[in-house]
C-alpha cells in the first residue's frame, strides 16, 4: 500500500460520487503505522470500530484526521469518544447515548439480521428521543455481491430519516457505496476498496 496509490484511489473514488459526500476511511484494517500513508495520501476523514484503536491512532495523528466512531459503541468507552470524534455513526442503546455528548447519528438495522448491530424501526423513534444531538441515521444492509439488493435498504432508511426531518445519512461500503449516493449518502464508509484487491 503506497501513499500514491491510495491517493488515486480516493480520488477517483471522489471523482465519480462528487464534492457533497463526505468520505469516511474506514481504518479496521490499518494499523498505526500504516495510517500514515492514508495522511500522505490526502485522506481527511477516518472512521475507527474500536475505541482502544482510536486512542492509539489518534495519539499518533491527532490534527492529520477528522475523527468518527464507526463500531459497535460501549458506553464505558464513551469518553474516550467525546474527547476525539466529531461524530458517531452507530449510536444504538439509550445507555451509550446517557454518556455521549458529541453529534451523534442512530444505526439502524433493516435487515433484522442478528449478527448484526442497530436499533429495529421500532425502537428507533425511542432512541432518537432519548439522545439531544441525533443528526442521521446510519445502516448497513446485508453482504452482497450484487449492489443493486442493498438498494431497497439505503431508500427505507433515507425515508426514516426524512420523516423525522434528520439529514444525515451515513450508508454504503465498498460493496455498495455508488447505489448508497444515488439514493442520498451524505456519508460514505469505505476501506477495502482503498487499500485492497
Ligand atoms: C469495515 C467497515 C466499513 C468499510 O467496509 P469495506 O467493505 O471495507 O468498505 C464500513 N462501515 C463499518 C461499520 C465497518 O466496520
Same mark, same amino acid.
Given at each position: 500500500?503506497?501513499?500514491?496509490?491510495?491517493?488515486?484511489?480516493?480520488?477517483?473514488?471522489?471523482?465519480?460520487?462528487?464534492?457533497?459526500?463526505?468520505?469516511?476511511?474506514?481504518?479496521?484494517?490499518?494499523?498505526?503505522?500504516?495510517?500514515?500513508?492514508?495522511?500522505?495520501? !490526502?485522506? =481527511?476523514?477516518?472512521?475507527?470500530?474500536?475505541?482502544? *484503536? $482510536? @486512542? #492509539?491512532?489518534? /495519539?499518533? %495523528?491527532? &490534527?492529520?484526521?477528522?475523527?468518527?466512531?464507526?463500531?459497535?459503541?460501549?458506553?464505558?468507552?464513551?469518553?474516550?469518544?467525546?474527547?476525539?470524534?466529531?461524530?458517531?455513526?452507530?449510536?444504538?442503546?439509550?445507555?451509550?447515548?446517557?454518556?455521549?455528548?458529541?453529534?451523534?447519528?442512530?444505526?439502524?438495522?433493516?435487515? !433484522?439480521? =442478528?449478527?448484526?448491530?442497530?436499533?429495529?424501526?421500532? *425502537? $428507533? @423513534? #425511542?432512541?432518537? /428521543?432519548? %439522545?439531544? &444531538?441525533?443528526?442521521?441515521?446510519?445502516?448497513?444492509?446485508?453482504?452482497?455481491?450484487?449492489?443493486?439488493?442493498?438498494?431497497?435498504?439505503?431508500?427505507?432508511?433515507?425515508?426514516?430519516?426524512?420523516?423525522?426531518?434528520?439529514?444525515?445519512?451515513?450508508?454504503?461500503?465498498?460493496?455498495?457505496?455508488?447505489?448508497?449516493?444515488?439514493?442520498?449518502?451524505?456519508?460514505?464508509?469505505?476501506?477495502?476498496? $482503498?487499500?485492497?484487491?
Amino acid at each position: 500500500m503506497s501513499p500514491d496509490e491510495v491517493r488515486e484511489r480516493y480520488e477517483r473514488i471522489r471523482t465519480e460520487i462528487g464534492d457533497a459526500v463526505t468520505i469516511v476511511a474506514a481504518t479496521k484494517y490499518v494499523s498505526v503505522e500504516e495510517l500514515a500513508v492514508l495522511a500522505e495520501a !490526502g485522506i =481527511e476523514v477516518v472512521g475507527e470500530n474500536r475505541a482502544q *484503536d $482510536l @486512542e #492509539a491512532k489518534h /495519539a499518533r %495523528y491527532g &490534527d492529520a484526521f477528522r475523527w468518527h466512531f464507526i463500531g459497535h459503541l460501549q458506553s464505558r468507552k464513551a469518553k474516550t469518544i467525546n474527547g476525539i470524534c466529531e461524530l458517531v455513526h452507530s449510536l444504538s442503546s439509550e445507555s451509550a447515548a446517557k454518556r455521549l455528548e458529541i453529534p451523534a447519528l442512530v444505526e439502524v438495522n433493516l435487515s !433484522g439480521e =442478528e449478527t448484526k448491530a442497530g436499533v429495529s424501526e421500532d *425502537d $428507533l @423513534e #425511542a432512541l432518537i /428521543a432519548a %439522545y439531544p &444531538d441525533v443528526r442521521g441515521l446510519m445502516t448497513m444492509p446485508p453482504e452482497t455481491a450484487d449492489p443493486e439488493s442493498s438498494r431497497p435498504y439505503f431508500r427505507r432508511l433515507r425515508q426514516l430519516a426524512t420523516e423525522r426531518g434528520l439529514t444525515e445519512l451515513s450508508m454504503g461500503t465498498s460493496q455498495d457505496y455508488r447505489i448508497a449516493v444515488e439514493e442520498g449518502a451524505t456519508l460514505i464508509r469505505i476501506g477495502s476498496v $482503498l487499500y485492497r484487491g
